[in-house]
């Protein structure tokens, strides 16, 4: 399992592109990937979005898009 917080917080595009293509890459293998972001372009590459507002779930929710 690999858990990250902001992960991109602080990169360029390109160099966040690199770092989400690891974890799709991980995750493919088998690989849990927990990502905690603000960004929604990272949060869409998901396939699952659990958002929290105060501490609490508010959605959870499958990417349609990704899921098979």
């Given at each position: 399992?690999?858990?990250?917080?902001?992960?991109?917080?602080?990169?360029?595009?390109?160099?966040?592109?690199?770092?989400?293509?690891?974890?799709?890459?991980l995750?493919?293998?088998?690989?849990?990937?927990?990502?905690?972001?603000?960004e929604?372009?990272?949060?869409?590459?998901?396939?699952?979005?659990?958002?929290?507002?105060?501490?609490?779930?508010?959605?959870?929710?499958?990417?349609?898009?990704?899921?098979?």
């Amino acid at each position: 399992m690999i858990l990250a917080d902001e992960p991109t917080g602080n990169l360029d595009s390109y160099a966040t592109t690199e770092i989400m293509d690891l974890f799709c890459e991980l995750n493919h293998e088998g690989h849990t990937v927990v990502l905690i972001t603000h960004e929604r372009s990272v949060a869409a590459l998901a396939r699952r979005v659990v958002r929290l507002e105060d501490g609490r779930i508010v959605s959870d929710r499958p990417n349609p898009a990704l899921v098979a």
